[in-house]
């Protein structure tokens, strides 16, 4: 008798509850604007000098010029010379609600200009998909709407 109502409670299906679905929808929007930037970064002096049938009685450098002259008159020679002052170091820079008015700007510089928010716009709808207005130069718009159904869960 156990075996037989062993074997027939396996034959029976028990129906799914309501408790056992779920469905959820999330909306949303993401808007941004590009800020500005500076990046910069100092350079150091350096100095070079080259050539062939020339003599120096005195080399030039970050200090000053040198001495040249050519080695053997009449014969070909050339010469090249190049200085690069390094930048003055800035200790201070004055801030104002948060903002560089005059960035300094070193030998070695990149600079970005903020976003125009122009237009830009974002809705959510409790009926709809969420929608999304483009706006200037250096923004970005994101509408997304998920939709979640779990059974068994």
Do not use: C, H, W
């Not at 808007?31 to 970064?41: D, F, I, R, Y």
């Not at 050519?70 to 050339?78: D, K, L, P, V, W």
């Not at 998909?129 to 979640?148: K, L, N, S």
């Amino acid at each position: 008798m156990k075996r037989l109502l062993l074997i027939s409670s396996l034959f029976f299906i028990t129906p799914v509850g309501a408790a056992e679905i779920t469905s959820k929808i999330t909306d949303s929007v993401q808007l941004g604007v590009q800020g500005a930037a500076v990046q910069s970064t100092r350079i150091g002096a350096s100095y070079s000098v080259s050539g062939t049938n020339i003599q120096s009685s005195a080399f030039g450098g970050v200090a000053g010029a040198g001495t040249y002259s050519i080695n053997t008159a009449g014969q070909a020679f050339s010469f090249s010379e190049t200085f690069i002052d390094a930048d003055t170091p800035v200790t201070t820079q004055t801030v104002t609600s948060g903002q560089i008015a005059t960035p300094n700007l070193y030998g070695d510089s990149v600079t970005q200009i903020g976003g125009d928010k122009g237009s830009l716009a974002g809705t959510l709808s409790p009926t709809g998909v969420p929608t999304v207005t483009a706006g200037g130069a250096g923004t970005t718009a994101t509408g997304q709407r998920t939709i979640e159904l779990s059974v068994f869960k």
